[in-house]
């Protein structure tokens, strides 16, 4: 599906699928209507086939049957997607593309990609999907000082290698793209039901490797919490952990991998916790005349036991955004799913505890049985609120094509600190729209629910200032960053660290995990050649 | 509560409800009439008031504030509660007793221990309930060629500190004990409801140290999942987790922490995951004719999303010992509990899907509502069965006094492994047992129940020989670890590795993550003082 169908070299997601002259004009008057203060304006696109520079050294012989030096090649595998990613690209800038582009069929291939980077002191970055919104792939960065960058592309590593239906788990390899894995998984009634946003483009080893967030609202929602057990190739050799549903020996070993971003080595395999497909499903929508009342009924689903796999909370800004309510209400959207037994008794009581807090049901209670004749086409609304979930960061790429910057970041902290988190970083953020882009516009929605605490997802949007693309995010995002820090919260909770989080990840990071994941590091790399400049060093 | 009854020097508990001897006539006489191999026959039970060597070293000046040399506060830190302790402790062997028992007040004086033991060159083994199985808090062992063992007493570091009812979080000392702990909360409608088998007598840091199971059948079970943030002091100084819900930033800090067993510090305190008390149970039995369908029944209701608080199996060994069942049936015990609602829907799923795998209701289904004032007395029937369990370990100590070898162990593997590692653990601990002790009876049951596979627990029974008790015990323990080990079930689920499970668990850990503990082990205690023999070196 891949091979035929090319990505964009600088936009999110399929090049097809970015908006035409006519489609861009489209969303610039959307943009007016909705936020009168931003004046979108139409920007020449960049080439699709721009000039990337020579590699700097040579291919190396022990790489040549599996590894490329082609320009576009490299260009691709150049960085991620965050915003910074975009104005790079839009620039049409590739001179910091890696050197080579490795593709390794194996586990032992991929050892000798880091052998061959260990021995000449090269920096090695694992590439996934590149969807990267942290700088976690970034070449130019992870440079350095190095003589070479080799992108190791898990590509060739993909598929489902082994199934055991018994104890539904499945052994995947780390390359799997996200469509692909689902498709092969469907075949035998199973799903991971793990959907981030990047779900179309990145793979089950960046899941792993960033600890990932899915698609469960409350519950087992990280990727983590979905993996049995796992391998990871180091400079030092293969770590696989041992497999077991649940042991007390020791601190967990697979916990160290989940969230190493490469920076320990490469992540080539997992034993995943499959499911079989939902045939339930349960939902409403409970709206809010203020965005607080809505927290409080948040919190009381999250603290109920109930645990619906969606319970999304959206504020005023946010439902008019997804087009949800546009009176100024914000919505709770509750689902509930499984295969095994309808979901009457959950969704009511859901409901009822939303209505308690000042809810008023705008949408359901409706359940859906997919064994049922009369039920209607199996996906219906949940299909086209997914489309739209992952259609959103292509309108990222195509807003900074008429000079819109929008940008999302995450956090999660207590029911106790949400309050004044909240209050400082609209503030904050607000305060730097309006001193960077001449005003703009702050949202907020709960996108996963815990028993002590919310994960609050904010998304921002004001004009772009031509030549200031990179200046005006940046002081917007240090400025969340640091109101995010001031308030308690942790600086993601399920986009990464990678590059962009460094400065407040080390000072949220006790000093002391530090200096062990620093002894870890070089332990099991040695030479500091894989994905350098992330986690640590 | 502790201060006014005193716990036996070498048996399990409380020295008064250690069963006199007419009682242990009586348990002889069960025991007989249950296992016709066995010919119980009375010891005479050990001097509550040993012979203790004079400590090796002085009271350093630092320590002296809160610290003791006093014998019999030696003698009760110089070991657990696995078999060879009750030997050692039945044979009046306190040679290995610690040459000082320090009691910090607050994390300073935790910090001030570790810098003398560093200085000096001690071992330093933090000591909570000592209830360990594993020979986690053995001064002997620690000792190895250090000059003295010093044994940390937390109990000092006791209550909750601070309680965040918004966010149901409650900053906990780790020197709290199972019950002073749960009454505390209970004074404020909360619960932990995290039960180990220890429950009475081991700490909050003990549970954190030695990542404990809890009440959790299935879902949130492992003290791990009720961890928000925690503090360990180190010799290099104190680890203290950032406090979220969930991050996905880098490897947990909190996960490499949990399952240290002292061996990189010591947990002073945390902030615990607080759930208010239940109101309704729901619960009901089901019994099996023969175990395979029962296993087939449980992992149903594990896959099922269902979520029981609990959901034991027992084969029908463990069902006529807990006088459950005496026809040879297995049986699945199954609850539900909620503060929140009512769980008719969930218990009347979970028996339907007992019974579809074969099942026969033997006993309820029933639910009590707490408010209703005719639902009889809050406790009933789990009060029963809670304190049975917590009796359990009372058992043991008897059993020895009589002249019978009794001992449990425990795994985790998946649901397709376990057919095959059911069959080589029985037939390796039956031999071991014909072998050793002239016959024996083994039996099983499902203490937690995941998605992937299950959490067996075996239990042993046989005849001791006066003199070779310990050769024995050895012998039994060493066959049912390989067997574990040869079927690829884990070491231990909820046991922790302590030193008796070192080999299997060195064996067992990835090496590279045994190479990774050692590098955290010389960076956080680069002197080796903290609990050593645990884990790494």
């Known amino acids: 599906m891949q091979g035929t169908r090319e990505r964009s070299i600088w936009a999110w997601g399929w090049r097809d699928k970015f908006p035409d002259d006519a489609a861009r004009t489209g969303i610039a008057q959307l943009v007016r209507a909705m936020v009168p203060t931003l004046a979108p304006a139409m920007r020449a696109l960049p080439p699709e086939d721009p000039a990337v520079p020579a590699p700097g050294v040579p291919m190396p012989d022990e790489l040549a049957a599996f590894a490329t030096q082609d320009p576009r090649s490299r260009a691709t595998r150049s960085r991620g997607r965050a915003f910074p990613d975009l104005v790079a690209g839009f620039a049409g800038d590739y001179a910091g593309a890696p050197d080579l582009v490795a593709t390794p069929r194996d586990g032992a291939e991929v050892a000798r990609v880091l052998e061959v980077c260990a021995a000449r002191g090269w920096a090695c970055v694992p590439f996934g999907g590149g969807t990267s919104v942290v700088g976690g792939v970034d070449a130019a960065l992870a440079r350095g000082d190095r ?12 598929g489902i290698c082994e199934l055991d239906m018994t104890s539904r788990l499945a052994r995947i390899g780390a390359g799997t793209l996200g469509p692909a894995l689902e498709a092969e998984l469907e075949t035998h009634g199973l799903t991971l039901r793990h959907y981030p946003q990047s779900f179309e483009f990145s793979t089950l080893g960046g899941w792993l490797a960033t600890r990932a967030g899915g698609h469960y609202a409350t519950g087992p929602t990280r990727i983590d919490e979905l ?3 796992l391998s990871m190739v180091t400079p030092r050799g293969l770590l696989e952990t041992h497999r077991h549903p649940g042991s007390g020996a020791g601190p967990e070993a697979a916990r160290l991998v989940l969230g190493s971003e490469g920076a320990l080595g490469v992540i080539t395999e997992a034993w995943m916790r499959v499911v079989p497909r939902p045939r339930w499903r349960a939902t409403a929508s409970v709206a809010f005349k203020d965005f607080t009342a809505g927290v409080t009924a948040a919190r009381a689903l999250a603290q109920s036991g109930l645990a619906p796999s969606n319970a999304r909370l959206l504020d005023a800004n946010e439902a008019r955004m997804h087009r949800v ?10 689902g509930f799913e499984s295969a095994d037994h309808p979901l009457g008794a959950w969704l009511a009581r859901a409901v009822e505890l939303a209505s308690d807090h000042g809810g008023v049901v705008v949408s359901g209670p409706t359940e859906r049985d997919d ?9 219906g609304a949940g299909a086209a609120w997914r489309q739209a979930f992952f259609d959103a960061p292509y309108l990222q790429s195509s807003l900074l094509s008429i000079g819109v910057l929008s940008d999302t970041f995450e956090t999660a902290c207590t029911w106790s600190q949400f309050p004044e988190l909240h209050a400082r970083v609209v503030t904050a953020v607000q305060r730097a729209l309006d001193e960077e882009c001449g005003g703009g516009v702050v949202s907020c929605r709960f996108t996963h629910l815990y028993p002590d605490g919310p994960a609050p997802y904010y998304t921002f949007v004001g004009a772009l200032r031509a030549g200031g693309e990179l200046a005006q995010w940046r002081a917007i995002k240090h400025a969340a960053s640091d109101a ?17 989080h460094r400065p407040w990840y080390d000072r949220e990071r006790p000093a002391l995990f530090g200096d062990a994941l620093r002894a870890i ?3 099991l790399d040695p030479r500091s050649i894989c994905n350098p400049g992330v986690l640590v060093a």
Chains 1, 2 share one sequence.
Do not use: C, Q, W, Y
């Open 227 to 229: 993996t049995h057990a």
């Open 147 to 158: 003589g070479a960058v080799v992108s190791l592309d898990l590509n060739k590593l993909a």
């Open 484 to 500: 995010l820090a001031a308030a308690g919260g942790t600086i993601t909770h399920h986009h990464a660290v990678g590059r962009t």
């Open 325 to 334: 309510r546009f009176d100024g209400t914000s919505v709770l959207l509750i």
């Open 371 to 379: 064994h049922d004749p009369h039920a209607g086409t199996r996906e």
């Open 521 to 523: 590091k070089r332990e």
